[in-house]
Each structure stands twice: as C-alpha cells, then as structure tokens.
C-alpha cells in the first residue's frame, strides 16, 4: 500500500492507494503547530481506525506547500511509521516537460494535478482546483506543463468581505435563487458564489482559448459547487491531486 499527504495551506488530505485503487482517504485541517508526535499519532489512528495494517505501507508520497510543517511530517513517518518519505519538489521525476520560466517555484499540489490529469484525460487540458488559492494547470497536447494562472480562492474571497465591512454577516457560500438578491445575505450570496462561477467561466475561457481548446477538470474542495454555476468545468476529480502523488511516486520508485 502506498500513503500519500497532500499538505495544503487550509486542509491536509490524506489517501491509502493500493495499486491505482484509493482504498481510504481523509481531510483534516492544517496545524502549522502539530508536533511530531501528533502527526505521528493521528496516523496511526487514522490508520487503526481505516484498518490499514501500517506494516502493509510500503511507501509514503508527501506533496507539500507548508514548509514549516515539512520537518514534522518527515520525522513523525520516520519514526511512527519507519519509512522514508519521498517529498514531491525539485529534482523529483515527473515525466512532464516544465516549460515555464521558475520551474523550481511550481507547488507540488499544481504538478500533482497536472500530472493526473494528463494521465487520465490527455491533452491538451486544464486543472482547475479549488483550494485556498484557485489555481488554473494548463498542459500541453504533447504532455507539457504550460504554465497557469493563480487567484485568490473563494474563500478567503469571502474572509476579505466580512472582515473589511463591518455591516456585513458572515454567510453560507451557497447560491442564491436567483442573482438579484432581496436582502442582505442573498445579494452578498449572489456577489460571491455567482460572481466567483463568473470569475471562473471568464479566466478559463480565455484560457482555452490561448491554449486552442483542451478538456477543463475541477478539483478541491469547492469544484462540485461551481460545477453546478458553469458549464466550463467538464470533469470534478476530488482525488486529482493524490492520483497524481501516486503516479509521481511510482515513477520515482521505478527509476531507483
């Protein structure tokens, strides 16, 4: 069996793969503060209560964008699960041309995503993930990352208007009846998921069209919500970003 983090800034999420399969997976939320011995523990009970034999990991698979957390998560695999865990960052095997300008400066999460979705879709394509930040991953017909486009997520979106006017509630990010809103909670539901299902529409768009059209997959933790308020989002993959630490794993145990 293999284990795989994907280490975000809001949320970690975790799956158990054997083979292609994911056989568990769970999301927790990120603690810059976790100990070693909490990390080490929670999987351990993860593991306990999924009834994954932890003698049966036979390797760990760790996308992260936390860096502070990376050290913790290095020796808690170590030492509760005695395995070495392959971090996905520069150096690592990904069988995908980088033809951007920073190659070093790609998240792990973004060349997870694209990766899979090369693998299972082809090209050219995009991967759209909802996470804290919304990130576009453009690849090429010929399997290349192109490079993408980053904005804030919806989210913090959200956080920037309830903290910044006072007057204003804090509310449900869900969809309104209908976009002209009667009161205060609807018409600030229709600025924000209906203009965020905008933002999203027009960004991929014109993505594609710059790329010459490609096949349009949504990920992370908000793509089943904008999928229902734009036609542009074709394919939602919540497990986009762990399939592509197994494939990025795989590939790097095969070359050693």
């Known amino acids: 069996m293999l284990l795989a983090l994907d280490v975000g800034n809001t949320n970690v999420t975790i799956g158990v793969f054997r ?6 997976r769970w999301r927790l939320g990120t603690v810059r503060q976790r100990t070693v011995d909490e990390i080490g523990i929670l999987l351990h009970q993860l593991c306990q209560w999924g009834g994954i034999r932890e003698r049966d990991i036979r390797g760990i698979v760790i996308g992260s964008v936390v860096p502070p957390l990376d050290g ?10 005695r395995a070495e865990p392959l971090f996905i960052g520069p150096g690592v095997r990904s069988g995908m041309p980088l033809k951007v300008d920073t190659p070093l400066e790609l998240g792990a999460d973004r060349l997870c995503n694209a990766v899979a979705a090369y693998d299972e879709h082809g090209g050219p394509c995009v991967v759209v993930d ?3 930040a919304t990130t ?3 690849v090429s017909a010929k399997g290349e990352f192109l490079g993408g486009v980053i904005a804030p997520g919806l989210e913090i979106s959200a956080e920037a208007l309830f903290s910044r006017a006072a007057k204003l509630p804090r509310i449900e990010l869900v969809a309104p009846e209908r976009v002209i809103g009667k009161g205060t909670v609807d018409s600030m539901q229709a600025g924000l998921v209906l203009g965020y299902a905008g933002l999203v529409e027009g960004v ?17 933790g908000l793509g089943h919500v904008m999928a229902r308020h734009t036609s542009v989002l074709e394919v939602v993959d919540d497990d986009l970003t762990l399939k592509g630490l ?11």
């Open 19 to 24: 083979g292609p399969e994911i056989l568990r």
């Open 72 to 81: 913790a998560l290095r020796e808690a695999v170590s030492t509760y699960l």
């Open 130 to 132: 909802f996470g804290t």
């Open 136 to 138: 576009w991953e453009v």
């Open 204 to 220: 991929t768009r014109r993505v594609l069209g710059e790329l010459g059209g490609g096949k349009v997959i949504a990920t992370g």
């Open 246 to 256: 197994r494939l990025l794993w795989e590939r790097n145990h095969r070359s050693r």
